[in-house]
């Protein structure tokens, strides 16, 4: 699996947009970016993934650049409940092996 | 959505006991599920690979004696620490793996082990 490189941390206030970047510049062809999260004392909870063309669920939206190299989270209007950890993952799409979580950024959202 | 469930949350027990956590998907066959650990303020460590019907696979480090895990059904497996120390105190975690299309894996909430 390819490295990804996030912030340790960010904040983010109420209300606002929180953007989280990640960057994975060796990327092969066919690997897609993977993002989870994980609240504080629970298991992680999947967000989102995508190829090379942005994706958007109920959860966020997922903004990956032309040459794939880095891809930005969205997380549209923040509330408190998002604060967590925040882990990107580069992978084969359903390759069958485990999830390699980096150290993932922590967003802290602020009232 | 898949729901993973665990089984218990939180466990406290004496030092050389043994413990076994039971890990459910709810709503799905899962073929594959894996095992990892967390310690406080750090990332989620892969312990082992559990497939139905098959032996685990463990990560380096991790000893197969200690860490038993049974995958007897599509929707059971069970982690059993033998003989606890408290350096084996940790988040516990399990996830699923549908196996079909573009299904990604899916997490439990999480099993607290505190070894006195």
Redesign the interface.
């Known amino acids: 699996d390819a490295k990804t490189t996030q912030p340790p941390s960010m904040d983010c206030a109420e209300g606002r947009a929180a953007n989280l970047p990640c960057n994975h510049s060796t990327i092969s062809g066919n690997e897609y970016v993977?993002w989870y999260r994980?609240i504080h004392?629970?298991?992680?909870?999947?967000i989102i993934?995508g190829l090379k063309n942005n994706e958007t669920n109920e959860m966020a939206s997922l903004i990956i650049t032309e040459d794939r190299k880095s891809s930005t989270l969205i997380l549209p209007h923040a509330t408190l409940r998002d604060t967590a950890v925040y882990?990107c993952i580069v992978r084969v799409?359903?390759s069958?092996?485990?999830?390699?979580?980096?150290?993932?950024t922590s967003l802290l959202v602020t009232p | 959505g898949a729901v993973?469930s665990?089984h218990p949350s939180r466990v406290i027990c004496k030092s050389g006991t043994s413990v076994k956590i039971e890990c459910r998907s709810l709503d799905f066959q899962a073929t594959?599920m894996?095992w990892?650990r967390q310690f406080p303020k750090k990332?989620?460590?892969?312990m082992a690979?559990s497939n139905e019907g098959s032996k685990a696979t463990y990560e380096q480090g991790v000893e197969k004696d200690k860490f038993l895990i049974n995958h007897a059904s599509l929707t059971l497996s069970t982690l059993t620490v033998t003989s606890a120390h408290p350096e084996d105190s940790s988040?516990y975690?399990c996830?699923a793996?549908p196996?079909r299309?573009?299904?990604?894996?899916?997490?439990?909430?999480?099993t607290?082990l505190l070894v006195l």
């Not at chain 2, 990332?43 to 892969?46: A, G, H, I, K, T």
């Open positions: 993977y994980q004392s629970q298991g992680p909870q999947y993934h882990y799409l359903d069958g092996y485990a999830l390699n979580f980096g150290k993932g | 993973v665990q594959t894996f990892y990332s989620l460590m892969l690979t988040f975690i996830s793996r196996g299309g573009q299904e990604t894996q899916y997490f439990g909430p999480g607290r």
